[in-house]
Nanobody, 127 residues
Framework: QLQLVESGGGLVQPGGSLRLSCSAS????????IGWFRQAPGKEREGVSC????????NYADSVKDRFTISRDNAKNTVYLQMNNLKPEDTAVYYC????????????????????WGQGTQVTVSS
């Protein structure tokens, strides 16, 4: 069973930074694309970023481009989301999930291409 666990969330002031981690258990993360999504209170879940299985392809939502960076360390079975210059509108529960593209160098932010969702980690940006 594919299982993902997110960590690294917390409370940060506007302009601050956080690094989220998505760790895998029970499977080899390097065989899969991974996506990050977020859901703010009262809003639908939205795609934030994704990375292909070997890291050759990444995608970002327009709202986070130039502020967030996705990366992966397959040796540690972990995907990271570095978030800089955080804004109050980034406040949400952040989830990672396994993409459907296998070893292909592909990923996008289409939610129904993802499964095995983690439990989420809360990010709150507030002064």
């Amino acid at each position: 069973q594919l299982q993902l666990v997110e960590s690294g969330g917390g409370l940060v002031q506007p302009g601050g930074s956080l690094r989220l981690s998505c760790s895998a258990s029970g499977f080899t993360l390097s065989n899969y694309a991974i996506g990050w999504f977020r859901q703010a209170p009262g809003k639908e879940r939205e795609g934030v970023s994704c990375i292909s299985s070997r890291g050759g392809r990444t995608n970002y939502a327009d709202s986070v481009k130039d502020r967030f960076t996705i990366s992966r360390d397959n040796a540690k079975n972990t995907v990271y989301l570095q978030m800089n210059n955080l804004k109050p509108e980034d406040t949400a529960v952040y989830y990672c999930a396994v993409g459907s593209w296998g070893l292909f160098s592909l990923c996008d932010l289409t939610e129904n291409e993802y499964g095995s969702w983690g439990q989420g980690t809360q990010v709150t940006v507030s002064s």
